[in-house]
């Protein structure tokens, strides 16, 4: 039957095209990294034996005898090889997919496609960041040891704040400057921070940074900027010196490309290539046990 005026049939429909249903995490570790460019597969690099000269008794470098000779002190170096790795993943379209769908499949799958290449990138880069969690060169303590308690702990029984000036000390005493650090933490870690200073202490919610959308930064606690990604991994947190503790090589920035089978589809890619490595590994502190369970 034909429809008249005022019957739904002959009105348009206006359709949102963009997917809902998820959210989007950001992945900002490259941020705490110094980055430079290489060339080639690999990039060798030096690290100085921390800590500041000093003599061997009995020599001395003070209250030096008149015509005595000045005390020899020499610096060492430990050279490194690290070789780049390379994030690539594809995803394919057909030409209905592009074309007939009611929700722009294009753009999304390629929003979808880098987002693995950069989480699986910053995941590499907390695990060099933290030794993958088994510490040898970096600093560590243990929430128990300093605070008294996990930081999630029943009645409010953690000093978080004694923690974190902990290992603000922890970092100064290697002589980095702490102020400016950044407080990497899990969802479930800056929950507690955050019940703990207003349910438990009764401070006001910290300043949040307008920030946030472009650094990740979440708030700043005890001059440290705190951000929170899924890639921490639970029963951990960790304060490092940005852009001096870690470097990044880059080989490849983010690159994507599409190529077209004509009458079937599309070929999306994206990709990325470089390698991180502690260079000041005296700049990072990871704290252990976190979390009750």
Request: charged share 25%.
């Amino acid at each position: 039957m034909a429809d008249t005026r005022g019957m739904q049939d002959i009105f348009g429909l206006d359709i949102d095209r963009l997917a809902k249903g998820f959210g989007q995490q950001y992945y900002t570790f490259l941020a705490e990294c110094q980055v430079r460019k290489m060339k080639g597969d690999s990039v060798r690099w030096f690290q100085k034996t921390a800590g500041t000269l000093t003599a061997t008794a009995p020599s001395v470098t003070k209250n030096v005898s008149p015509g005595a000779q000045p005390e020899t002190l020499e610096q060492s170096w430990t050279r490194n090889t690290s070789y780049k790795k390379k994030y690539f993943v594809e995803g394919f379209l057909d030409e209905e997919d592009i074309t007939d769908a009611e929700i722009d499949t294009f753009a999304t799958t390629i929003r979808d496609l880098t987002e693995v290449v950069v989480r699986d990138r910053d995941a590499d880069i907390w695990d060099i960041m933290s030794e993958s969690q088994a510490p040898s060169e970096i600093q560590t303590f243990a929430t128990t040891a300093i605070g008294g308690d996990q930081w999630d702990a029943a009645a409010y029984g953690a000093d978080i704040v004694k923690d974190l000036m902990y290992a603000k000390k922890l970092i100064q005493d290697q002589g980095y400057n702490p102020e400016g650090a950044t407080l990497l933490v899990s969802t479930t870690d800056y929950n507690s921070i955050v019940n703990w200073l207003i349910s438990g202490k009764g401070s006001s919610i910290p300043g949040f940074s307008s920030e946030k959308i472009k650094s990740g930064i979440v708030m700043n606690l005890l001059g440290l900027n705190i951000k929170v990604s899924l890639n921490v991994t639970a029963d951990y947190a960790l304060v490092i010196v940005p852009k001096r503790a870690v470097t990044y090589s880059e080989s490849q920035s983010i690159t994507a490309n599409t190529t077209k089978d004509p009458g079937i589809g599309r070929n999306i890619r994206v990709w990325a290539s470089g390698i991180a490595y502690r260079t000041d590994p005296k700049a990072i502190v990871l704290i252990t046990d976190t979390q009750t369970a």
